[in-house]
Antibody
């Protein structure tokens, strides 16, 4: 059974940094592209970032480009999202999502329950 | 990248069919058969219902079907059931190699 468990969320001040982790199990982590998608309280889904299966290719949504960095450690079956220069508008539940294949064009597939990030002073 | 356009809400009686539209542009929905649909009941994580316009993952009932014409994709739920009440989101691959989501549609079973 595919399991994705996010951690690292919490309360952070504007301008601060935070690193999210996603521990994956139940599938061969290294052969799948992975994504981060966020959902602000009471709002819709917003694309954040994608990393290819080999980690060589990464993409970011316009609102986070230059501030967030996605990475992966296949030896630990873990996906990361390093977030910096955080703003109030970054407040959301951040979901780790498994792609259906190894390429970035592979559909966003299986979702974790998410971790809440709150940016506030 | 602007969000894809979905109707805020649709409704139907049990047994009826409802269709949700998802309108994009020539930079996302139009040129790619990479449209997906997700179901999100309240308080839960989204679940993939349709991928690559019309393919259903294992375990998704065949009451759910997808299609695309030009810049608009559609999700149809046939034989509507009470358990189908949820928010539904579309997404598409884009020309910048990123993904974009729709604003979401609330499906109400009357």
């Amino acid at each position: 059974e595919v399991q994705l468990v996010e951690s690292g969320g919490g309360l952070v001040q504007p301008g601060g940094s935070l690193r999210l982790s996603c521990s994956a199990s139940g599938f061969i982590f290294s052969i799948y592209a992975m994504h981060w998608v966020r959902q602000a309280p009471g709002k819709g889904l917003e694309y954040v970032s994608t990393i290819s299966s080999n980690g060589a290719t990464t993409y970011y949504g316009a609102s986070v480009k230059g501030r967030f960095t996605i990475s992966r450690d296949d030896s630990k079956n873990t996906l990361y999202l390093q977030m910096s220069s955080l703003r109030a508008g970054d407040t959301a539940v951040y979901h780790c999502v498994k792609g259906l294949g190894g390429m970035v064009v592979s559909a966003i597939g299986y979702w974790g329950r998410g971790t809440l990030v709150t940016v506030s002073s | 990248q602007s969000a894809l356009t979905q109707p805020p809400s649709v409704s139907g009686s049990p047994g009826q069919s409802v269709t949700i539209s998802c309108t994009g542009t020539s930079s996302d929905v139009g040129p790619y058969n990479r449209v997906s649909w997700y179901q999100q009941p309240p308080g839960t994580a989204p679940k993939l219902m349709i991928y690559e316009v019309s393919y259903r993952p294992s375990g998704v009932p065949d009451r759910f079907s997808g299609s695309k014409s030009g810049n608009t994709a559609s999700l149809t739920i046939s034989g509507l059931q009470a358990e189908d009440e949820a928010d539904y989101y579309c997404s598409s691959y884009t020309s910048t190699s990123t993904w974009v989501f729709g604003g979401g549609t609330k499906v109400t079973v009357l």
